[in-house]
C-alpha cells in the first residue's frame, strides 16, 4: 500500500543518513563487488599449465603510468619478445584481465577506505586515478601524433622532390628521393612508442655488440700479455743460460790459464833442472877426461920408473 505524501511528511525517514546504516551498506556493496571480482578472478583459468610458471615483467599490464614510462627507459625489449613466445594469445588475453581485476580491486578498496572514513587523505586515489587516464588517452595521442608525422613527413617529401627536381633530373636524386619516401613511408607503419622501442632494441644490439667486442678484445688482450710474459720468462731464462754458460766459460778459461801457468811453470823447472844436470854432466865429462889424461900421466910415470929400476938392476 502507497503511502500519501502528507503520510510521508508525517512520518519522515530518520534513517537515511544514519551512519551506521550508511558504514553497514558501503561494507555491503564493498563485500559483494570483491566477492564478484574474486569470483571472477579465481574463473580466469589457463589451459596451459607452463603459463602459471611465467612471470609478467616489468609490470607489462599494469595501469600505472609510471610503470609504462619506467619499461620506456629499458636499454632493450628481449624480455618482451621472451614473454610473447613464452605464453599464447589466450593465455596472454586471462593474464591481461586478472591483472584488470586485481587493479579493479584496488580501486575498490581504496574507494572503501574514503568512504568508510578509514582514510580522509585522497591523494593516493586521485594520483592512482590521474596515472590511469593518462595511460587510457595515450593511444589517442599517439594518434595525433602519428597522424602530425605523417603530415610532416608528406610535406618534407614534397620540399625534396621540389628543390630536387626542380634543378636537376639525373637518375642519381631519383635514387635518393625513392630511397628517401620508402624511409618515410615505413616510418608512417610505426607509432612514436613502436619506433622509439626500435631504436632502443637496436641500440641495445649495438651496445652488446660493442661489450662482445670489447670482451673479445680483452681476451686477445689477456693472450697477448700471457704470450708477452712467457716471452719474458723465455727471455729471462735464455739470458741467466747465457749468463751461466758465460760464468762456465770464465771458469773454464781460468782454469785453463791457471793450468797453462803451472804447466809453463813445471816446464821452466824442469828445463833449469835439465840445465843444471847437462852442466854437472859436462863438467863430469871434463873431470873424466881429465882423470884419464891423468891416469895416462900415472901410467906412464909408473912405465918410467920401472924402466929406470930395471936399467939400475942390470
Known sequence: MLKSPASRDKFPNKTEHSPVIKQLAIDKMFANMQRRLSLLHHTLICDEEEAY????????????????????????????????????????????????IEELLEFAKLLHEIFAGQNLRTESIAKKLKSALTLI???????TQLKNNAKKNEELCVRVHEKMFTKTDDKNASKKINVLEHIFSESIAYDPIETRYQIRYQNSLVEQFEDRTLIEQNKLQKEIDRYNELMRV??????????????????????????????????????????IKRANCEKLRVQRSFLEEEIVRFNEEIANVLRQKKKKSK
Do not use: H
Request: with cysteine; hydrophobic share 35%; charged share 30%.
Open 137 to 143: 588517452d595515450l593511444p589517442e595521442i599517439m594518434g
Open 53 to 100: 610458471k611465467v612471470e609478467t615483467p616489468y609490470k607489462l599490464f599494469s595501469w600505472s603510468n609510471e610503470d609504462f614510462e619506467a619499461r620506456l627507459k629499458l636499454d632493450n625489449l628481449v624480455w618482451l619478445k621472451v614473454f610473447i613466445r613464452t605464453m599464447s594469445k589466450s593465455c596472454m588475453g586471462l593474464r591481461k584481465l586478472e591483472i584488470d
Open 234 to 275: 723465455e727471455k729471462y731464462c735464455s739470458q741467466c743460460t747465457i749468463n751461466a754458460l758465460y760464468a762456465e766459460t770464465n771458469k773454464y778459461r781460468t782454469r785453463i790459464d791457471e793450468l797453462g801457468a803451472q804447466y809453463t811453470k813445471e816446464y821452466d823447472d824442469i828445463t833449469n833442472k835439465l840445465a
